[in-house]
Every structure is written in C-alpha cells, then in structure tokens.
C-alpha cells in the first residue's frame, strides 16, 4: 500500500493556522484566518501531520479557482495532490458549482502535465503578469462527468 492510502484530507481548521500561514507564501494570517472559517483551505495530513495544502480562490466572487496547491517535496508523486483536488471536487460540488479553474506558470511543463493528467482542459493564458514577466497558462475542469 502507497503513502496515499494513509492519507485524510479536510478542511482546515482555525488549530492548523500557524502551519497554512508558514507553507502558502501569499498568506498572511488574517487572511488565511478568514478563509479557514469559510472552508477555502483544505490539508492533506499523514499521520495526523499536514503534508499538503490547497487554496481555493473565487475569480469574480464566483467562479472557484485554485489559487495554490502544494505538497511538501518528500511526499510529490504520491498521488496527494490527487488527493487534494478529489476533495475539493467533491466539496464544490457539494455546494454547487459545476466547474474548478486552476493555472501555471507558462515555464512549468511538469505543472501543466499534472493538470492535463487530472482532467483539466487549458482555456487560455495570460501573457506577462508573473515576476520577470512569464505568463499563466490557465485550465478548466467541469465538476461532472459525461456519461
């Protein structure tokens, strides 16, 4: 049995603050604190320890979008980010929503990989609004399955 049958993944709670604001790198804590209590943030813990993390976002305050979603490098290509992004399809579905955005970075190959390898579909890219001006390549993944 891999590392992933071990794992539970949740929603953060206001107990995790201290670890969700030293792993996401645009978080302070009053923010991370507000989208705790609306459950925005979801772990992925081993052994009752974080090992994985996932921001949700809301472009135009409703279109979700994940804004961040990091495992730590020991535990990569364990199928926790998998994991993660199961979660949170189940979660927005749960609460309505029919589709999940997400984006990389246009010189990130193994980034967009994964995406493609997960179901997500690009739907376009903005150019030159990260540092030193790499552009976003943007994905789309619907919240159903066609039968």
Partial sequence: MGISSRVVVRCAEPRDLEWCVAEDPLANEMLMREKI??????????????????RLEFLWSRVPYIGL?????KYQHEGIGRLLLDYLE??????????????SQMDEPDTQAWHRAVGFEECGILLGVNESGV?????????????
């Fill in 37 to 54: 209590m609306k459950d925005e943030i979801f772990l992925a813990e081993l052994d009752g320890e974080p090992i994985g993390y996932l």
């Fill in 69 to 73: 979603i990091f495992v730590e490098e």
């Fill in 90 to 103: 189940s979660h927005l579905r749960e609460n309505g929503y029919d589709i999940v955005l997400s984006s």
């Fill in 135 to 147: 552009g976003e390549v943007f994905f789309r993944k619907p919240l159903w399955s066609v039968s």
